[in-house]
C-alpha cells in the first residue's frame, strides 16, 4: 500500500482529483508500498528552496527531492521516496501561459514530481521524450487532457 501526504498550505484547495492521478502514475510503475509528501508552496518559498538547494535564484513551477537512490532499499518494507514541491501561482500562471485547465496544469505537475522521484529526469533528449510521453500517457488515462 502506497502513502502519501499532500500539504496545501491553505494555497488551493480544488485537488482531489490528485489522488487518482497519483495512483495512476504509481500502478504504471508498479510502485508499492512507498512513502512521500506533496506540498504546495508560495513563489517566495520555491525561489528560496530553489537558491538553497540548486543554487539557482528564481522562481520554479516542481521540484523534488527525491530521498531514495536504490529502489532496493526499504525501511521496514517501505520505499521512502522523498518529496515534492509544487509552485502554486506559477501553476496558475501556466494554466493560463498554456491555455489549458489548472487540474491538467497541476496534475501534470504532480505526476512529473512524482516520475522524477522514481528516477526518471530529462537531461537529455531522449530521457526527456521518454518522460514526457509516459507523463502523457498517465494524464491521457486519467482523461486529463490539455
Given amino acids: 500500500m502506497n502513502s502519501y501526504e499532500i500539504n496545501d498550505n491553505e494555497l488551493f484547495k480544488d485537488y482531489d482529483y490528485l489522488n487518482g492521478v497519483i495512483e495512476a502514475t504509481l500502478k504504471h510503475e508498479k510502485v508499492e508500498n512507498a512513502l ?9 518559498e ?12 528564481k522562481v520554479t513551477d516542481v521540484i523534488s527531492f527525491a ?3 536504490n529502489e532496493e532499499i526499504l525501511y521496514n518494507n517501505i520505499r521512502v521516496l522523498g518529496d515534492i514541491y509544487i509552485c502554486i501561482p506559477r501553476m496558475l500562471e ?5 491555455g489549458h485547465s489548472e487540474k491538467r496544469e497541476l496534475s501534470f505537475l504532480t ?12 537531461m537529455e533528449k531522449a530521457d526527456e521524450e521518454k518522460m514526457f510521453a509516459l507523463q502523457e500517457l498517465i494524464l491521457d488515462g486519467e482523461n486529463i487532457k490539455r
Avoid: M, P, T, W
Avoid at 512521500?36 to 517566495?44: K, P, R
Avoid at 501556466?94 to 498554456?98: L, N
Avoid at 505526476?111 to 530529462?122: A, P, T
Fill in 94 to 98: 501556466q494554466a493560463i501561459e498554456y
Fill in 111 to 122: 505526476v512529473h514530481g512524482l516520475l522524477h522521484l522514481l528516477g526518471y529526469d530529462h
Fill in 67 to 69: 530521498f531514495e537512490d
Fill in 36 to 44: 512521500f509528501s506533496i506540498i504546495f508552496v508560495s513563489e517566495e
Fill in 46 to 57: 520555491i525561489k528560496k528552496i530553489n537558491r538553497e538547494c540548486r543554487n539557482i535564484d
